[in-house]
């Protein structure tokens, strides 16, 4: 099974940048459909973001409005989350999440399109 582990939260004031990692198992990494979801404290697993195995495509849920960049980097079996410009709103524990199926989504932003999960990493911005 594939195992994947986030790294890179902590706590950071508004305006200021966090770089997450997620590095995964596997040895067909380059083919997994990587993507970021976060989830605040008493709400719902929101999207944030995905990049295509493809053609390196990269998707945003609409909150994100220019402040995140998602990136792969397939020869060291991680994927990346370039935070910039953080709001208090943005406060969540943040998932890696794959997609090693091979078959096409019916809608990426959904959380029941993926088959591993990370063990999520929190991020706190203050104001």
């Known amino acids: 099974q594939v195992q994947l582990v986030e790294s890179g939260g902590g706590t950071a004031k508004s305006g200021d940048s966090l770089r997450l990692s997620c590095t995964a198992s596997?040895?067909?990494?380059?083919?997994?459909?990587m993507s970021w979801f976060r989830q605040a404290a008493g709400r719902e697993r929101e999207f944030v973001a995905n990049v295509s195995p493809y053609d390196g495509r990269t998707y945003y849920g609409d909150f994100v409005q220019g402040r995140f960049a998602i990136s792969k980097d397939n020869g060291q079996n991680t994927v990346y989350l370039q935070m910039n410009r953080l709001k208090p709103e943005d406060t969540a524990v943040y998932f890696c999440a794959a997609d090693t199926s091979g078959k096409p989504f019916i809608d990426f932003r959904g959380a029941y399109e993926y088959d591993y999960w990370g063990q999520g990493t929190q991020v706190t911005v203050s104001t």
């Open positions: 596997g040895r067909t990494f380059s083919a997994y459909h």
